[in-house]
């Protein structure tokens, strides 16, 4: 029995009595030595859509070198460019750039062009530069 004919056989058990966690982990290390589109037919298998776990774990091993790549990219760009493609809401990368943005304004990295992009985003982006700024101002008056 190859690989592929294995995970499907538990996938579909699982499908009715859900995951055992040793069988889960057997699956799971077998991914990496299946072909692409092996990869790819146990993705979209009808069985796999309740293992959220094991269907993480194949986009990963599909996709890892353009999840690498696209941290790189936006770690990368100049604060400027950032803010232009976190503007952008339907770009993919807002969560990523987000978090990009708040470790340059903890480090003091272009403090008030983040502090402005955030002010002008969502609830939650203004309420975090809020609080940076309050510590800001509590720490320079002790």
């Given at each position: ?8 056989r ?30 790819f ?29 696209r ?13 232009e ?58």
């Amino acid at each position: 029995m190859s690989d592929l004919e294995y995970i499907l056989r538990q996938a579909k058990k699982s499908h009715f009595s859900g995951w055992d966690a040793k069988e889960l982990r057997k699956c799971v290390d077998m991914l990496p030595n299946l072909s692409r589109e092996d990869l790819f037919k146990l993705y979209r298998s009808k069985w796999i859509d309740d293992g959220k776990t094991i269907k993480e774990t194949i986009f990963n091993v599909l996709f890892a070198d353009r999840l690498g790549k696209r941290e790189e990219r936006i770690k990368g760009l100049e604060t400027p460019e950032l803010i232009e493609e976190y503007k952008d809401k339907h770009s993919g990368n807002v969560s990523l750039i987000r978090s990009e943005m708040q470790e340059r304004y903890k480090a003091g990295r272009d403090c008030v062009a983040i502090a402005d992009a955030f002010h002008n985003s969502n609830k939650s982006d203004h309420e975090w530069i809020t609080k940076q700024e309050k510590k800001g101002e509590d720490e320079k008056k002790q």
